[in-house]
Structure formats: structure tokens, C-alpha cells
């Protein structure tokens, strides 16, 4: 096939085809040369193009190369008296090839000038040059890159928009969704750039020098005046844009909002923000999604202590209520957490040590929601105002909301934080029996350290309003112990003053007298005390009940604080410590050397639970090894440094008492498993057998004893569930209870 051009003079043509009569297909050759060239030649060429080159620039020519192209022909037949129908008979032929053929390329590589000029628009907002990657490289290299932008933005691209575009019939496809499509992910990051973690600052709002607005009316509506020049309407464009600029600040807000929880109160901008936001985007879905995925994944885990889990839950539902005040998000959002939390065993006992932590300091915040009753209502205070309400204050619950939880008189929504954790449990039980246990430590410290008990006192009234008179009543006689046992104790120092015959004692004492049935069970220790100290306390036991024949005094051995004064060679030093320490450093002036096992002997303490307590002497200094005996200690002639990284304060020796006796109880009692099985298939067993065929089966090293196993078992044997019989262990066949 051979290829033929059109004459350069159109005059020449028009002769020719005067002289062959075909004239009247005049509009035909010209039409079927130009659609020739434009499929063989043209449209290849700016497809290579458009595709192979990344400068934006390219863009700009391939579009000038198609209207040079497109004029070409428009002056080629100009003196034909027809030209203006042929024009648009070829101008329509374009259009049509370019939407079949062209049309993609032309789209993208028009997004992608779109999205170089909105850029430019952008960074003149914080006056930050673009990136390298959009450098214009067919402007002058001796200019500046802001200047070079500035000329060609202004130039080319506004002729671009304006001329070329409507003259191909290109401006129609600048539809409003090609424009929010470029416009979405540069807005969401110029706000990420300016606002993200600042929240404490406003940046929406209804007024016109608020960030988001200024955004609007500087940038992105210069940006649509140069796209859509003459044409473009300010008030057309005002809601779409507001739309797309809440929507993209709502994005962002949402991936930081656990951020922002923990910030709480200083965020409270922020949140005011979210919550305009969130009522013209109606993004609270995606919220609620997305933070309960950031609870499970940040706080609701192992790896996170309870403490910081039981913060993160007291600023969220604080948080959540100034974004929602009717409590729908908060129910939903923390439902999970709320199911975490009841799976920890420490849950409880950390949300009372914070109800009775100071407020001041870092974990006051539930102790200050304890002081503050203005937000509490009981459920009859609820239920009356609910009653009560006008109808027309009624307001549906939103769309998000579990229907099987809808709010009423005894709704959590409505419920204080203190009210929360206690309706989280179901009841009140588990607090007040957490409650005793810490109260019986906080006065025994208190005690200790001869300090009055008004700021426990401050507490029990604050906790009767919550829990009842009732409930409480047991902690009720726990002060009057306290208070009793004070008095007493000033008796006994008066009557020795005063010179009345009393017994004398070998050391002096404070006696803690407590009433057995009222006060949580303490650890029972039984080690033989210094002769000094269980001569002193027979002599006062005698005297007491001498004064109160109907009562009896036993001594909790495990329980209590010795002042301790040891000597050295070089200085002396004084120590403040529980009996058993006491116990165990004090049998050291009847020998310099011990060994485990007849020290263990001695005070009558398990070996393993002896090396534990050696240890605390080891890092103070006072005891030491015997080199080349490891069983045997002696205590120094000169005393160092105490190690202070590891040294132990009294309240810590006990915490740490009681959470080796709640961990041993919790092993006994996985053991009574293993037990229950090997009694019910083997028949009877000894002790021995038993602990060895338990240390094959678990994971982990047992630190049970023989004795406490047989003491653990003995407690099983009156309610007819195991039975001694011969030095062995069997199953009761009366009372066989699995």
C-alpha cells in the first residue's frame, strides 16, 4: 500500500480535483489523510510518550503537539468556504480517536500534571520547596526550582487548561471525580504533615481563619480557579471541598485517637474537633472499628501490666464522653477491654490500690473519681430522673447501638467510672473482699510505722456511700482493732511509768491486737521466734488475758516489724524488718556458721522458703557465703555497701511474701489436679511419689515441699476428700469427691 500526502499549497488540490471531477469528495480526502496521520504517526508518538517519560512537562507538549497537529489542518483549508463544517468534522473525528484510542494515557498522564500542580500549591502554603521528582526540566536550569515552577504552572499549564483542553474537548472530562480523586491523598498528608500529634490546638471550626479553611480558600481554590479558569464556581465547590477536607482530618484523628485518649485532658481540642467532624462525615463506624482494633492490639494483651491497662480505660471512657455524651461509643468500644480486664487475677486488687492511691500522684485519677461524688448517682437517683424526664428531653439511641443494650435508668452509659469497674464484675463482692485484704496491709503499716489511721478512715466513709454500711461493716471492726489495740498499748506504757507491777519484758514492743474473725486470714508461718521475743510476748498473753479472761491472744509469727541494731567491727547498723528475717539473722549470735539444712532446722522454715530469705541478708551485706561450701553462710566481721539496685524495703518484703504465697496456692491447687487423677487410678500413694510423678509431668520447677503438700492435703482430708492410712494417701471410699 502506498502512502500519499497532501499537496503543501491547498489551492494546488483543489485544481487537481477540479480537473478529475471528484470535488465533492473534497471533505473525504482530507478527512481519511487526517485520520491517517493521526492513527500512524500522531497517537503513537504521544503514547510512547505519555507512557515511557515521567516529567509532567511531557504532558503539557503532547497535549500542544495534538492542538499544533489539529490547527495545521484548521489553516491547511481555511480559504475553503466550507472550512467551518469540515473543521468540525475533523475536530469530532479527533475526539472520537482520542476517547478510542488515547483517552487512558491522556487521563493519566493529566492526573499526574494535576496532582505536580496541586503539589506546587500546596508547598507555597509552608513555603517548603517540592520535591526533587517533580523538577521541570524544559525551563531554564539557570532559574530557580520555585521561580521554574511558578513559569511553567503559569504559563503552558494555565494555556493548557484554558485553550488547548476546550479546544480538543478535553475540559469536559476535568469531571468532579477525577478532581476529588487527585485532590484526596495530597490534602489527607498536608494535614498529617501540619496537624498530626498536635492535639492541643483547634484546627476546625466554623470561622474563617481556622486551618482547614484557610487550606480551602488559599490553596485548593486556587488550584480549581487555574484547572477550571472562567469557569470555575466558588459555591459549587465549597461543600464537596469542606466534605473532603473534614473527611481527610476525621481519617487522621481516627488513626491517632488512642494516642489521643492517652493525652487526655490536653487533647480535648482534638477531640472537640473529631466530634464536629464525626457529625458532618458520619464516620463513627469507622471510628468505633478502628479504635477497638487498637485496644486489642496496644493495650488488651499479656505484655501490658494492669495498671496501664486500667489508666488507658479510665481515659477513654473520660474521652469518649466528651466525643459522645450519650456513652454508646464508649459501651461499644470498651466492651472488649472490659472482657480483658475480668480475665486478669490482678485486675481487682490494682483497681482498689489505685481507688486508695493519693490523687496527686501518677495513678490518682480513679482515687479522685472515689472523692468525686457530684458524679454519682445511685440507681434510685437514676431511675427517678428517668422517670421523671420530659418526654420531649428523649433522645434515640444512634444507629450504632446494640439494641439489647439499650440505654435506661441503669445503663453503664450513665455510670461513674468507680460504678463501671464495679458493674464490670457483676457485683460488689470481689472489691470488698479486695478491700479488707489491702485495708488489713495498710493498717499493719500504718501500725508499723506508729501512724494514725484518719486518711484509712477518709476511705471506709467514701467506700460505705459506694458499697453500703452493710457491706463494710467487717472494716468497721478492723479500725476498732487498730484503735483498741493503741489504747491498750498506752495502758500497758502508763502502768510502767507509773511503776505498777507488771511482768518485765526482755524487749520492747508494741503489741497489734486484732480480732480474728473480722480481719482477712494471714500468712501462718511457723518458725520458732527469738527466745527473747517469745518469752516477752508469753508474759504479755498472761497479763492480757488476765484483764479479759474471756478472751485468748495467739501470735501470727509471719506478721509484724522488728527495729534491729547490728554491730560490726567497723559501725553498726540499723534495720527495720519482718519477724522471720529477724529470726533467721538473730540465730547467728549463737554460732558464726550455718548451714541450710540445720537452719532450716532451727527456726523450723522450709529450705526453699529459707534461701529465698537469706538472700535479702546477702544483699545488704550482713551475710555471706562460706567459699567452697554452698549450703553454708557465716555472717561478715566488716559490713559493705548494701546493694542498693536490689535492696528491699519492709512493705515490699511482704508484698512479695504475699504474692509467693498467692502464686504457691495457685500451684497446690493445679497440683490437686494431677493429684485427684493419680489417687483415682493408682490407688494410694506417699508424699515422695506424689511430688516425683508431679515434677516429670509439669513445665516447671516446683518450689511444694513435702511438708506443705501433706499440710495442703491435710486440709482436704476432713471434708472426706483424701484419707491417711499407713504413712500413705488414698482416696476416701466413703466420700469420694472429684
Not at 154 to 171: A, E, I, Q, T
Not at 289 to 299: A, Q
Not at 515 to 530: A, C, G, K, Q, R
Request: one cysteine or more; proline letters at 3%; glycine letters at 4%.
Amino acid at each position: 500500500m502506498l502512502k500519499t500526502s497532501l499537496p503543501s499549497d491547498f489551492n494546488i488540490l483543489i485544481r487537481g480535483m477540479k480537473q478529475t471531477d471528484t470535488l465533492s469528495y473534497l471533505d473525504d480526502v482530507i478527512t481519511s489523510h487526517y485520520e491517517m496521520e493521526l492513527k500512524e504517526e500522531l497517537f503513537p508518538a504521544v503514547r510512547k510518550a505519555l507512557r515511557n517519560d515521567e516529567n509532567v512537562a511531557v504532558v503539557v507538549e503532547m497535549m500542544e503537539k495534538i492542538n499544533n497537529f489539529h490547527n495545521r489542518y484548521l489553516n491547511y483549508f481555511s480559504s475553503w468556504p466550507e472550512s467551518v463544517s469540515l473543521g468540525k468534522k475533523i475536530q469530532q473525528n479527533l475526539i472520537a480517536h482520542m476517547e478510542w484510542c488515547l483517552m487512558d494515557d491522556v487521563r493519566k498522564g493529566m492526573t499526574k500534571l494535576l496532582h505536580f500542580i496541586l503539589k506546587y500549591y500546596l508547598d507555597m502554603a509552608h513555603e517548603c520547596c517540592a520535591d526533587e521528582s517533580f523538577r521541570i526540566t524544559c525551563i531554564d536550569s539557570n532559574s530557580s526550582y520555585n521561580d521554574a515552577n511558578t513559569i511553567f504552572i503559569n504559563g503552558k499549564c494555565k494555556s493548557l487548561f484554558r485553550v488547548v483542553m476546550r479546544k480538543l474537548n478535553l475540559d469536559k472530562k476535568l469531571d468532579d471525580e477525577l478532581i476529588i480523586s487527585v485532590l484526596m491523598r495530597p490534602v489527607y498528608e498536608e494535614l498529617k504533615l501540619h496537624c498530626s500529634e498536635i492535639y492541643d490546638k483547634s484546627f476546625v471550626s466554623e470561622k474563617e481563619d481556622c486551618f482547614l479553611n484557610q487550606l480551602r480558600d488559599n490553596q485548593l481554590f486556587s488550584f480549581l480557579k487555574l484547572v477550571f479558569g472562567d469557569d470555575f464556581d466558588r459555591s459549587r465547590w465549597m461543600k464537596p471541598l469542606d466534605y473532603l477536607l473534614y473527611t481527610s482530618y476525621t481519617q487522621l484523628r481516627i488513626e491517632e485517637f488512642l494516642s489521643i485518649i492517652f493525652a487526655y485532658p490536653d487533647s480535648q481540642k482534638s477531640i472537640n474537633d473529631l466530634k464536629y467532624c464525626l457529625d458532618y462525615t458520619g464516620l463513627r463506624p469507622m471510628l468505633i472499628k478502628s479504635l477497638k482494633s487498637d485496644f486489642l492490639k496496644r493495650v488488651s494483651h499479656p505484655g501490658t501490666k494492669s495498671q496501664n491497662i486500667i489508666q488507658a480505660y479510665i481515659s477513654a471512657v473520660k474521652a469518649l464522653r466528651e466525643l459522645d455524651p450519650s456513652g454508646v461509643v464508649m459501651e461499644i468500644v470498651l466492651e472488649p477491654c472490659s472482657c480483658y480486664l475480668r480475665q486478669r487475677e490482678d485486675a481487682v486488687r490494682q483497681i482498689m490500690q489505685d481507688l486508695l492511691s493519693p490523687s496527686d500522684t501518677e495513678r490518682g485519677d480513679l482515687a479522685a473519681e472515689l472523692t468525686n461524688l457530684s458524679g454519682y448517682r445511685s440507681d434510685n437517683i437514676c431511675l427517678s430522673e428517668r422517670v421523671g424526664a420530659s418526654p420531649d428531653e428523649w433522645h434515640p439511641d444512634s444507629r450504632e447501638s446494640d439494641p439489647n443494650k439499650a440505654s435506661n435508668a441503669f445503663s453503664p452509659r450513665n455510670s461513674d467510672i468507680v460504678s463501671l469497674f464495679i458493674g464490670m464484675y457483676g457485683s460488689k463482692e470481689k472489691f470488698i473482699k479486695e478491700y479488707q485484704k489491702l485495708l488489713s496491709r495498710r493498717l499493719q503499716q500504718n501500725w508499723f510505722k506508729e501512724q494514725d489511721e484518719s486518711n484509712e478512715i477518709r476511705n471506709l466513709e467514701l467506700f460505705k456511700l459506694r458499697f453500703g454500711e452493710e457491706e463494710v461493716s467487717k472494716c468497721t471492726v478492723m479500725f476498732k482493732d487498730f484503735s483498741d489495740s493503741r489504747r491498750i498499748n498506752e495502758n500497758f506504757k502508763e502502768k510502767l511509768t507509773q511503776g505498777l507491777p507488771l511482768p518485765q519484758y526482755e524487749v520492747n514492743f508494741r503489741t497489734f491486737i486484732i480480732s480474728h474473725n473480722f480481719w482477712p486470714e494471714m500468712t501462718e508461718v511457723e518458725i520458732d521466734l527469738p527466745k527473747e521475743i517469745q518469752e516477752s510476748f508469753d508474759k504479755f498473753k498472761l497479763d492480757y488475758e488476765r484483764q479479759k479472761a474471756s478472751r485468748s491472744l495467739k501470735l501470727v509469727k509471719g506478721v509484724g516489724s522488728v527495729d534491729l541494731d547490728l554491730e560490726f567491727e567497723d559501725e553498726s547498723r540499723s534495720y527495720k524488718v519482718n519477724p522471720v528475717l529477724a529470726s533467721i539473722v538473730l540465730k547467728f549470735e549463737e554460732k558464726d556458721k550455718w548451714s541450710i539444712e540445720d537452719l532450716s532446722a532451727a527456726i523450723k522454715l522450709p529450705p526453699t522458703v529459707l534461701r529465698k530469705k537469706l538472700m535479702y541478708w546477702i544483699q545488704q551485706g550482713v551475710i555471706k557465703q562460706v567459699r567452697g561450701e554452698d549450703d553454708m553462710f557465716m555472717v561478715v566481721d566488716k559490713i559493705g555497701p548494701a546493694n542498693e539496685e536490689n535492696m528491699s524495703t519492709m512493705e515490699g518484703e511482704e508484698e512479695a511474701d504475699d504474692v509467693d504465697e498467692e502464686k504457691q496456692e495457685e500451684e497446690l491447687n493445679m497440683m490437686w489436679n494431677y493429684v485427684k487423677g493419680m489417687l483415682s487410678n493408682l490407688g494410694s500413694l506417699n508424699a515422695d511419689r506424689i511430688l516425683g510423678m508431679f515434677s516429670m509431668f509439669s513445665d516447671e520447677d516446683s518450689e511444694i515441699d513435702k511438708k506443705q503438700l501433706c499440710e495442703f492435703l491435710n486440709k482436704k482430708s476432713p471434708g472426706g476428700i483424701v484419707d491417711f492410712r499407713t504413712g500413705k494417701i488414698q482416696t476416701d471410699v466413703v466420700g469420694l469427691i472429684f
